[in-house]
Every structure is written in structure tokens, then in C-alpha cells.
């Protein structure tokens, strides 16, 4: 449905939504501010949303889809794992570093057990990637195969995950990606093969 939404109707509320919802708590938004926000009525937002919910599930997709799409185009050529899972931690802590904002309204929006309804965490063309990625390393012997490649998955998310969301609650001025080839090494040695 929001294919039929002016292009830059929807970056108007993707940006509102990153402002408001990365400042504040879920709570003390509402529609109308989004809408506000915006500069689009009310109406428009309930008839391509309906609730703050899918609105913000709905953004959180669209942002994230542009991980996936990078991610997938870095991936291509490497054929080496520890070189696949280097650069799938690049990709992603780059982006962390450059959109701040669609970190803390992933980590402070969505409760855990509504990650589900974000429908990228379902995308086969990224969490297919991901696992591709975590597969290949466990059937070429270089990463742990004694747990599943979703537990892996795991480890990788919640490591980068709570080290990016830290680095922008504390407001460090160093990127993460400076740091890159401690974190990675950090990264490798919990998740190669003992």
C-alpha cells in the first residue's frame, strides 16, 4: 500500500519518525505529532498506517531493507568467510555509525516481542545473507558449528547491537568503524571454531 505514497510524502514521515521517536519515548508520540511533524494530515497517516505500531514497524522496514540492499551488493565477489563475516560487520557498523536514529528506534521502539512484526527480520535477502554468511564459515570449519548458525546469528547481533546502542547512548565521538579491526577481532574469537 505505500507504493501508492508521493515519494517524498514518505520521507517526510520516515524523517518525522526518526526525529520524534529517536528523542522521545514511544509513549509520548502520538499520530498527530508524527503528522505534524511531517506536514501531512492526520488522515494520511491512519490510512496508510493505522497505528503508531505499524508506523514505526513500517519505517523501521524501509530503513532497514537499505542494510539488506547494502550488505547483499558488499557480499558479492568474497569468497573467503572470515573475509564475508569482516565485511558484513563493516556494512553493519557503518551504517550504525551514519544513522544514529534508526538504531535508537530499533532498540528503544520495539519491544523484543514485537520484532517479529518488522517484516526485514523475516526478508530471506537478509537474514538470508547473514545466515549464508554464518553457514558457509560453519561448513568450511572456521567458525563454531557446535551451535546452530542462529545462535551465531545471535551472538552477532547482540554484540554489535548493544556496542553500537551504547556507543550512542554515551555519545562517543570516535566511529565505531575507527575501532573496527579491534571489534571484529573481538567478534571472530567468540564466534571461530574453538
Not at 558488499?74 to 565485511?87: F, M, N, T
Not at 551514519?98 to 528506534?105: F, T
Not at 573496527?180 to 571472530?188: E, G, Q, R, V
Request: include cysteine; charge should be neutral; charged fraction near 25%.
Amino acid at each position: 500500500m505505500l507504493g501508492s505514497m508521493r515519494g517524498d510524502t514518505l520521507n517526510r514521515i520516515e524523517k518525522a519518525v526518526l526525529e520524534l521517536f529517536s528523542t522521545q519515548d514511544f509513549y509520548e508520540v502520538s499520530l498527530l505529532d508524527v503528522a505534524k511533524s511531517a506536514n501531512v494530515s492526520l488522515q494520511t497517516i491512519y490510512k496508510y498506517f493505522g497505528s503508531k505500531e505499524v508506523l514505526v514497524y513500517a519505517m523501521l522496514d524501509i530503513m532497514l531493507v537499505r542494510l539488506a540492499d547494502r550488505m547483499i551488493d558488499h557480499l558479492q565477489g568474497i569468497d573467503d568467510a572470515r573475509e564475508r563475516l569482516r565485511k558484513t560487520c563493516w556494512v553493519t557498523l557503518d551504517y550504525m555509525d551514519k544513522h544514529p536514529a534508526v538504531m535508537l528506534l530499533l532498540f528503544t521502539a520495539v519491544p523484543m516481542s514485537r520484532l517479529k512484526n518488522i517484516r526485514i527480520y523475516e526478508s530471506p535477502e537478509l537474514m538470508g545473507a547473514f545466515l549464508s554468511v554464518l553457514k558457509d564459515g560453519q561448513t568450511r570449519g572456521v567458525l563454531n558449528d557446535r551451535v546452530s548458525s542462529k545462535v551465531l546469528l545471535d551472538v552477532f547481533m547482540g554484540v554489535i547491537g548493544r556496542v553500537s546502542l551504547m556507543h550512542i547512548v554515551r555519545a562517543e565521538k570516535i566511529p565505531l568503524t575507527d575501532q573496527f579491526d579491534d571489534l571484529f577481532d573481538i567478534l571472530w574469537r567468540a564466534m571461530s571454531t574453538p
